[in-house]
């Protein structure tokens, strides 16, 4: 078989091919061509061009009638054809004939069919000329069909069309049951000696553009059991009805799986390289026009975490070529019965569109025991229907002994745009702009995932709140820099996450040494990640794990959601509170999709996202006793491996460090602990919450308060907010009675009996 994939004149989706062809609709044109005299108009119409081949159909058909008919009985049987064998024609079946001479016709001969042919024949050249095809002739040009081929299609076809053909194809196979044409009905229609049947056969092999492009569906077996060749029944696929009658909708058995991305539309997706695509789509351009990649393929393996990306990088490079791209989940059939017949049937369909497929989410064939058979799946389907496709996944891929003369492109789209990004700052500055000496590209480039776009719109908003703060003066800080890139690339987290303002700096956190050390470390860490991972090329070291995953444990109130907001101010970046009861789902596979949605949408700003109580969903596995713990397992697994992609600052909460899994503990980057505060640390808690505007009576005593109130940071803070309202509404400063009441209330709250640590005095004022 010679695949239109391979062929350099592929009528539709060649890229880089001459020019733009057509695929006629069923309806008339609204403005038919003109044509000069003397010669066939161009069919103006998919429909006009049926017609002229169903009426010479209809001509093969009485012809073949008038030589089925010669030499038979009439009269009082003829009634019966199809029902029973009269002598006449037994004799006439059994005669001592010569092979070639049997079968030999000049009906093609005929005159009135040679004209049929030829006017059709002009009438395409007109089309063609027009750069407009009728949907039969392209589907033959799509798949490199022969005339035979064709011309079987369309005896296939009419019986979708009319049912005058069902009544007609029975008769002609001496049948009544017999409605669908069979491959001996179709050799007898179209083949005029005993030769050319023998090699019209060849058609009907599996590996032949009909069955193997899944074209025609063959019935290859009866209630008596398999049946020959010849007598099978030929059923042309639905899918191939629909489009030969001008309908340009999906097989309905992807639905739920594709998705068409039509040149000049605007998809949501992630932001693109600009200049990655670029690059590309000029590779994809050389390889056309080198004369030594004449028919050879081309697939581009695009891999990161961020799926977004891959996908908006493919459409972006299709739309280049003013080609759709067709997206396949091949995720959602890996696990099918019939995963072979669906990969073939998607990019059988790009073809048909004449679109680029793009094969999403390749990482969940690359593990498991048939993973090898599978991905040769997707190669042959490839090979067969296209000169090129993106592919997709998670992880790096090799495609050892799957190609067969294909060039195979694997981009690491995260290591690309690390590479790139800088220089699409500079690209971008004006020289009108003016900076403060605290802007540095790299830690700019590091955070946000912007397109040369969003950095000129970032540019300018940052200028704009420069000269509003300073007219006289208007320099770029680094914190106009900051507060304009995440009002370009805020992510859209607000079903699943609630954004924080964070409020705290590090004078509002009291903890341990060791402790406020450590939270300084993952601030240094955050920063310097581009140096190390891409200037030091620690990255090209790390296949994962360059996600800085935190983990905070202590009891409720210690202060880790304020940790969290200290962190995001020191780097000026979103923070990110995710419910984890909103996220886990009872519903399998519902958990991954919520973290995946998560995890990508925070991506293009490196947004902190703060899983508080992960406890919930991340508690010690247990040993599997049934499918809902192996899931629960699968779970964990999986938001491992997010955190790990996830180039930003993930920081999970816990009450109880013990329910943890070790195996997750260690992959950790920090752990770090907020113990219950002790005497001193409570001490400087009381003295940190009143701000330094709040009426403060000078008989607080806060050595008191630390030592006989044995409560966490967070309800120390409830007891000093109380305080202050039992105060306003009193008219006078905090004082003591107020902190006292309002700690009594807080006992109160958690079921608790706490009295007044001060000394009782008697009625006269003795102790």
């Given amino acids: 078989m010679t695949n239109s994939a391979n062929s350099s004149d592929k009528p539709l989706g060649a890229v880089g091919g001459a020019g733009k062809t057509t695929v006629m609709s069923g309806a008339s044109l609204d403005n038919p061509q003109t044509t000069q005299v003397n010669e066939a108009p161009p069919y103006a119409s998919n429909w006009e061009y049926l017609s002229d081949e169903l009426k010479r159909l209809d001509m093969l058909i009485r012809l073949r009638l008038g030589v089925e008919q010669s030499g038979k009985p009439g009269g009082m049987f003829d009634h019966l054809r199809g029902l029973a064998l009269t002598g006449e024609e037994i ?59 064709q011309e079987s299609l369309l005896i296939c076809l009419a019986p979708e069309l009319d049912r005058k053909y069902e009544k007609l194809y029975a008769y002609l196979q001496d049948d009544v049951t017999r409605k669908k044409p069979s491959v001996a009905l179709a050799l007898d229609l179209l083949c005029r000696t005993a030769s050319e049947r023998v090699a019209a056969r060849s058609a009907f092999e599996s590996q032949a553009p009909l069955l193997k492009c899944r074209l025609l569906q063959m019935a290859e077996s009866s209630l008596e059991g398999p049946t020959p060749l010849l007598a099978r029944a030929l059923k042309l696929d639905d899918r191939i009805v629909s489009f030969l009658l001008g309908s ?108 680029i497929p793009c094969f999403e989410n390749m990482h969940c064939l690359l593990d498991g025991p048939e993973s090898q058979a599978r991905l040769r799946v997707v190669f042959e389907a490839i090979r067969a229907f296209t000169r090129l496709a993106f592919i997709c996944g998670d992880q790096s891929f090799e495609p050892r002994g799957l190609l067969e003369g294909e060039m195979f492109v694997a981009l690491d789209l995260g290591a690309e745009e690390r590479r790139g990004a800088r ?59 900051h507060r304009a890139c995440r009002a370009q690339s805020t992510p859209k987290l607000d079903a699943l996450a609630r954004k924080i303002e964070p409020k705290y700096e590090w004078r509002d956190i009291i903890l341990p040494d060791d402790q406020m050390a450590q939270l300084g470390e993952i601030c ?8 190390v ?49 909103q996220v886990v789902s009872k519903y399998i596979g519902e958990t991954e999709k919520n973290l995946h949605r998560i995890f990508a949408e925070a991506q293009s700003s490196s947004a902190i996202l703060f899983f508080d109580e992960a406890d919930a969903l991340f508690g010690k596995r247990s040993e599997v006793r049934d499918a809902h713990d192996r899931y629960a397992n699968i779970e964990v697994g999986y938001l491992l491996q997010k955190m790990e992609e996830y ?32 005497e001193e640390c409570r001490r400087r808690i009381w003295q940190a919450i009143f701000p330094s505007e709040a009426p403060l009576g000078d008989e607080v005593d806060f050595g008191l308060l630390a030592r006989e109130v044995k409560l966490a940071g ?18 006078k400063v905090i004082g003591m009675p107020h902190l006292i009441r309002a700690a009594h209330r807080e006992f109160q709250k958690m079921g608790r009996v706490w009295n007044d640590p001060r000394p009782k005095r008697n009625i006269t004022g003795g102790a």
Wanted: no cysteine; hydrophobic share 40%; charged share 25%.
């Fill in 714 to 731: 967070g309800a120390v803070k409830n007891i000093g907010v109380a305080a202050a309202f039992y105060a306003a509404s009193d008219g």
């Fill in 248 to 355: 340009s909708q999906t097989d309905g058995r992807l639905e739920g799986v594709t998705r068409l991305i039509p040149p000049g539309s605007n998809p949501r997706f992630a932001p693109v390289n600009e200049a990655l695509r670029d690059r590309v789509a000029g590779f994809i351009q050389n390889q056309i026009a080198s004369p030594n990649a004449a028919g050879r393929g081309t697939i581009f393996y695009l891999y990161n975490s961020d799926g977004p990306d891959r996908r908006a990088l493919a459409a972006a490079v299709s739309h280049e070529f003013d080609l759709p791209l067709l997206t396949g989940d091949v995720e959602r059939v890996a696990n099918r019965q019939d995963f072979e017949e669906a990969v073939w049937l998607f990019a059988r369909e790009s073809a048909l569109q004449g679109a």
């Fill in 91 to 149: 004799a006439d079946l059994l005669a001592e004939e010569d092979g070639q001479e049997r079968y030999r016709r000049e009906d093609h001969a005929d005159p009135a069919l040679a004209k049929a042919r030829a006017r059709i024949e002009s009438r395409l050249g007109a089309s063609r000329s027009e750069g407009r095809f009728p949907a039969l002739p392209f589907l033959a040009g799509l798949f490199n069909l022969t005339a035979f081929e």
């Fill in 423 to 481: 220089q699409l700052w500079e690209s971008r500055l004006r020289a009108d702009l003016r900076f403060a000496e605290d802007v540095d590209w790299d830690e700019l480039a590091g955070k946000f995932k912007l397109t040369p776009g969003q950095i000129g719109e970032a540019l300018a908003a940052a200028e704009a709140l420069a000269r509003w703060r300073r007219p006289e003066d208007a320099r770029i800080t680094m914190a106009d820099l």
């Fill in 647 to 678: 180039e930003g600052v993930s920081i999970l909460a816990t009450n109880l460090r013990d329910h943890l899994d070790p195996a997750f503990a260690r992959r950790m980057q920090f752990i770090v602990e907020f113990p219950f505060p002790d």
């Fill in 524 to 531: 240094e860490q955050a920063k310097h990640r581009r140096t």
């Fill in 533 to 581: 991972y891409g200037e030091w090329g620690f990255g090209r070291k790390l296949s994962r794990g360059r996600g800085l995953n935190t983990l905070f444990f202590g009891p409720p109130g210690t202060g880790k959601t304020m940790a969290a907001e200290v962190i995001a101010n020191m780097l000026d970046l979103d923070l990110y509170q995710i419910d984890l009861s």
